[in-house]
């Protein structure tokens, strides 16, 4: 099956700064998603790519989709507390059907220390 | 109002129980899904289905069976429960053509003792 390598693992970081993290992939894919999970909650998808080399923001969160399509990067500018989470790429199957099966990567988690 | 919504929040079983967890969605979505996150917090998909078809990833266990009694409910049943189902499950639901956000419920924590 697929397999999205995530780096970091995890991030430790002073309230602040800036994040970085990535995702990678032997495959190469048509969209790139990138999920938010708090403690104790479900995933919330904070940014969708569509077009290899596309750059998307929402807030401090900028996420690019990579020029091979094997890849995405997430950054996070002047972190805050509420930063704190998990953070996961997410691809689609190249051929989707009507059933829109997610494989996820395995996940960046990021703790902010005031 | 919250848009997927899953019970229980917590689930203690012991070994060989049955047991079911409910997902109800209130965003007219026509497709559902169940996840399980293990341990390491690795997410993977369990089964998608809509009105059209039920896909089942070829890893779950038949122990593991999906039912839905309407468009709104996608219920998670589980029979002879074993230690390794200890897990949290998540519950999603999306709309066709409408890209690929998927809304997940809070998630279930299922320990087997």
């Known amino acids: 099956g697929q397999q999205l390598n995530q780096s970091p693992q995890s991030m430790f970081i002073q309230e602040g700064e800036d994040v970085s993290m990535n995702c990678t992939s032997s495959?190469?894919?048509?969209?790139w998603l990138w999920y938010k999970q708090d403690p104790g909650e479900g995933p919330v998808l904070l940014i969708a790519?569509?077009?290899?080399?596309e750059l998307t923001s929402n807030g401090r969160l900028t996420a690019q989709f990579g020029i091979t399509r094997k890849d995405s990067f997430l950054n996070i500018s002047a972190s805050i507390p509420s930063d704190v989470g998990i953070y996961f790429c997410?691809?689609?199957?190249?051929?989707?059907?009507?059933?829109?099966?997610?494989?996820f990567g395995s996940g960046t988690q990021l703790t902010v220390l005031p | 109002d919250t848009a997927v919504s899953q019970t229980p929040k917590y689930l203690v079983t012991q070994m060989g129980n049955d047991k079911s967890i409910k997902c109800e969605q209130n965003?007219?979505?026509?497709?559902m899904y169940w996840y399980k996150q293990d341990s390491k917090k690795f997410l993977k998909i369990m089964f998608s289905?809509?009105?059209?078809?039920?896909?089942i990833n070829e890893t779950v266990p038949n122990r593991f069976s999906p039912k839905s009694p309407d468009k709104a409910h996608l219920n998670l049943h589980i029979n002879s429960l074993e230690l390794g189902d200890s897990a949290v499950y998540f519950c999603?639901?999306?709309?066709?053509?409408?890209?690929?956000?998927?809304?997940f419920g809070p998630g279930t924590r299922l320990t087997v003792t």
């Open positions: 289905y809509n009105n059209k078809e039920l896909i």
């Open positions: 495959s190469i894919f048509n969209t």
């Open positions: 997410a691809v689609p199957p190249i051929s989707s059907g009507s059933a829109r099966q997610l494989t």
């Open positions: 965003l007219g979505h026509d497709t």
């Open positions: 999603a639901s999306s709309q066709g053509g409408s890209g690929w956000k998927q809304y």
């Open positions: 790519l569509y077009k290899a080399g």
